[in-house]
């Protein structure tokens, strides 16, 4: 009989300490999911794209490359004006890198990365006349490499020209923040 109400005793109290260790793990396990606190940080950088033309002129012919002098990958594209007086041959020597879009721009295939360099395209002047001078204006444009939303990049020829920068200047700390605005 004693030995039977000592397993009782046991029994109660092996009961009673897990019900005392239970009312604590919750108060414990809630302080551990409630007040989490983390320091530290990462700064941020958001960077624009800038492209800067390199045009060599030979025998009535403007030899174009573009340079990515920004800091983040883009897209390029060149456009070249002459006046209606004379027409343009234009010739890839990249290798088939640079295509002719119906807007009269020429578009760069590859992602340009920074500090990267596209191959040269060649605008030709034809109709020459006795005019010894006149002007060739480049246009070059660059936007920043779209992604999808499964982190590949939008190819060059899906990519929306039309897209504006979004710009907010803090006077506070002089620092420039962008984005986009799809209006």
């Known amino acids: 009989m004693n030995n039977s109400r000592n397993k009782r005793m ?54 174009i490359t573009l340079s990515n002098t920004g800091e983040q990958s883009c897209y390029a594209r060149v456009k070249v004006l002459a006046g209606s007086s004379y027409a343009l041959n234009f010739t890839d020597h990249s290798g088939g890198n640079w295509s002719a879009g119906a807007d009269g721009y020429y578009y760069w295939h590859e992602i340009l990365p920074p500090g990267g360099s596209t191959g040269s395209i060649l605008a030709k002047i034809e109709n020459l006349g006795e005019q010894d001078e006149f002007n ?6 660059c936007t ?40």
């Open 136 to 141: 060739v204006i480049v246009i070059q444009e």
């Open 10 to 63: 046991i029994a109660l109290g092996a009961a009673a300490f897990l019900l005392t260790a239970g009312a604590a793990a919750d108060r414990a396990m809630a302080y551990f999911t409630t007040y989490v606190e983390a320091s530290g940080g990462q700064e941020l950088h958001l960077g624009f794209t800038t492209t800067i033309p390199s045009e060599e002129v030979s025998d009535w012919t403007k030899n």
């Open 144 to 183: 920043p490499v779209p992604y999808q939303e499964d982190g590949t990049p939008v190819s060059w020829d899906q990519v929306d020209w039309s897209r504006k920068a979004d710009i907010v200047k803090r006077e506070d700390t002089q620092t420039v923040t962008g984005g986009e605005d799809k209006s």
